[in-house]
């Protein structure tokens, strides 16, 4: 079932946290909303499960308007950031929850009466199988008998997808589940997430900060920031072709380049001590920005052939990857260059490198942070 | 040799505090204890060694048992009836968008008052002529009031034997004064007192609630409060609970300024409490050994009852 939302505004009090929101999410889509903290991103998320109520626009899932619809009705399961597991309930008990408050009527619900219902014994045996079949699963069905106390961070995240997954709801909704992992658990949980998205082939839809979640797990992504919706595109059209100098900025690791730029009356741009190849496709004339990523610049050795200078202030050795940072010439901008191992041998603080730039890669944008399109030049 | 200083200033170091544990706390206790088995009486040099015989008359004497009976009542009722309204007060404050602080204030006005000034105010508006309580029921007599709460508007009811129709026939009750309502009027005054302090405990019970566990249950399809407070609220207030029941029972047990000053144990001993027969027995009739003893029982009462409700609740309550 498609989820939309329609012209979603959210204010508390003169401050916007979600403004005019248009979003179409199709079924069984990964779709993450990303963006920096108080982007408003959670309470979009919020307002879909209808624990927030928008202030206008309106909510649809498979066509029905759900705006008067309230969360226990809406079918959707929402995992926290903080897990929110019930912590007197034991892993099994947490997972039965949304089944026995969907199955079981409320007289079969009752302490000691329910009992004398022959319908509950084999609606809780339906319950118990499902309950065992997501636990194995998710892999902890050694700790159904355990209280979420007693579960190490990881394990816990288990359980709250565990109690999401066990009903079949219209869509997932996540709220920075892994934001309180360490690293090297967060990044298996995202090959873990996205293998279960997968399998069930349900709506996931997924809230975080972190633009290198997004990038690896969704199938759209929504990037988010004050309030707005920048651009809605796959992973890899996001990151190669921003609509935004903001989206440029935001997605990618570490932060595109961003170098002060000048466009000419035929549309050439001029940057720093160089001009791009290829011109402005629209009659824009003045300040823009232009943007290039660490993996388009290289280090050029020897004298010419360069674009500019870059005097080294720091090294950050990734392992398989070097990052230099280092200021250009004129003091003003802080660059950083992807390079090999290799290249950046006897590379040192202090030094002055020349460095090249990938031309046909680099990213244009205009005023209000609109990106600008490029053609190739006439004059070449 | 140095050992054995330090270990000597480690004890020299612990010395006050066991002394002035042993002399303030547990001596009055032992002291007690072993007046409970004499007939002291306070200015005597002397006394004789009863044995049990003070125990044996807290168990067998009539008067002593109806003590036993109305401690027990006025605890039974106060207690349940005090967290109750103590808990749907929280819950109903909690849930307020403003004016919270103004109730909380209004509620834990009776809590700040002292009690014995209070039971003043009590008996004047209890006056059987002249109080404000007779005085307002007389004046709904004859009126729709008196239909009203003669429930005669109910299908199967006669209105003239409700409580309503005859007391205007009659009079209004002696609140204070029989035996049909002595008690019940302490209990009520007791729980007027006590449950804006269960209030304010279970108020801040509330505020340590995760609100992301309630909006959990919400998602996992609690559709109604009930379900939430089943579910979430109740369950995380278990710690709670377990400190206002036991602070509510001691409290009530000890119950004696209202009794003092507006019953003083009748009438026919209906409201006649522990703490007001120790201090019948043990300071208007001097009769210390016997005031004692039920002293020590009052303790042992106090002690096993906290003793067997933290093993009943530990056991089912989840502490996080």
Known sequence: MDIKLERIVKSFGSATAVDHVDLHIKAGEFLTLVGPSGCGKSTLLRIIAGLESQTSGSVSIGGDTVDAVRPSERNLAMVFQSYALYPHLSVRENMTVPLRLRDLSAVERMPLLGNLFPSRATKMHAIRSKIDQAAETLQISH?????????????????????????????????????????????????????????????????????????????????????QILQVDTPERIYRNPADLRVAQFVGSPRMNIFPGEVDSLGRIQTLEFSLDNVASEPVQGNVSVGFRPEHLRIVNGSGGHDFTLKVTHKENLGADYFIHGAVADGNHQVIVRATPEEVTGVSIGDELGIGCSKPSSLVFGDSNKRIDLRPGLTQ | MILRHTRLAGYSFVLPALVLMFVILLVPVLVAAVLSFTDYSLGNSTADWLAWKNYEKIFTRSSYQKMLWASALYVLIVVPVSIALGLAAALAIHSLRFGANLYKTIYFLPVMAALLAMAIVWETALHPTIGIVNRSLEAGCGGWVETFFSWGWISGVDPEGSWYASSCEEGFPLWLGEKRYALATICFIGIWQAFGFNMVLYLAGLTGIPRELIQAAAMDGARSGWQRFRLVTWPMLGPTTVFVVTITAIRSFQVFDTVEAL??????????????????????????????????????????????????????????
């Not at chain 2, 009438?267 to 201090?279: D, E, L, R």
Request: charged share 20%; aromatic share 6%; proline share 3%.
């Open chain 2, 263 to 320: 019953t003083e144990g009748g009438p026919s001993k209906t409201t006649y409490v522990m703490m007001y027969a120790i201090y019948e027995k043990a300071v208007e009739q001097n009769l210390m050994g016997m005031g004692s003893a039920i002293t020590i029982v009052f303790l042992m009462l106090v002690m096993v009852m906290t003793a067997l409700q933290r093993y009943m609740v530990e056991r089912r309550v989840h502490y996080s």
């Open chain 1, 143 to 227: 700790l159904l008998e355990r209280k979420p106390g007693e579960l190490s961070g990881g394990q816990r995240q288990r359980v709250a997808v565990g109690r999401a997954m066990v009903r079949q709801p219209t869509a997932f909704l996540m709220d920075e589940p892994l934001s309180n992992l360490d690293a090297a658990l967060r990044v298996h949980m995202r090959t873990e997430i996205s293998g279960l998205h997968r399998s069930l082939k349900t709506t996931f839809i997924y809230v975080t900060h972190d633009q290198a979640e997004a990038l690896t797990m969704s199938s759209r992504m929504a990037v988010m920031m004050d309030g």
